[in-house]
């Protein structure tokens, strides 16, 4: 049997990201580690979330899961160290492809100036295989990688605010194709912690058997194997 090709480490010589997601939780299942690590390292990292997630509760209405679940948002930010938190109004399960939806995150990209922009993965499965991914998230990546080169054409958007051609690269977590990592072991608790943050919505799941450190084990330290630590968080690079 092969083994898995080893992973390379991220480059932590920038100061600010933006961080592009469809929902509330996106982030917490698998990045939030690593945000944690760059926060403890001064790094700035604001959060962007298309949608408040308000169709996400299946026995909560949306005019109530929505606060709800922006609520929980903004506490898991808090645990791993980002004070701003930002929800964009998007209708959460329909998110659709296309120009207003890149005019939308070229406005975030414009607005916070990053170095790095985060997203999660966006490719039609999460295994490489069968585990198939969701549209919002296909549709928020797609849409996010474009918006990197339309916020830094002057000429494209002109009137969403003044170009920025700062961002270097575009990680996208949790990809089947990543080939970088970061080492999340002395943030992995606050990962966990972060994720628990979501306490309505995964009840909601109705997975009795759900453990947010089991989980989250399981895909770092298999990841973190690849590393060379004992946990890691995966991310597919994009050099701009």
Known sequence: ???????????EDWTKALAVVAHPDDLEFGAAAAIARWTAQGKEIVYCLLTSGEAGIDGIAPAECGPLREAEQIESARIVGVDTVEFLGQPDGTIEYGVPLRRLITQAIRRHQPEIVITNNFRDTWDGDALLNQADHMNTGRATLDAVRDA?????????????????????????????????????????????????????????????????????????????????????????
């Open 1 to 11: 049997m092969t083994a898995p090709e080893p992973l390379e480490p991220l480059t």
């Open 152 to 240: 830094a054409n002057r000429w494209i958007f002109p009137d969403d605010g003044q170009r920025w051609n700062g961002v270097r690269q575009v990680w996208a977590g949790g990809s089947p194709n990543s080939k970088h990592a970061v080492d999340t072991t002395e943030t992995f608790d606050l990962g966990v912690e972060s994720l628990k943050a979501h306490k309505a919505y995964i009840e909601g799941l109705n997975w009795p058997d759900f453990d947010p450190a089991e989980f989250l084990e399981g895909i770092s330290r298999s990841t973190g194997t690849r590393l060379g630590a004992t946990y890691a968080a995966p991310f597919e690079v994009f050099t701009v």
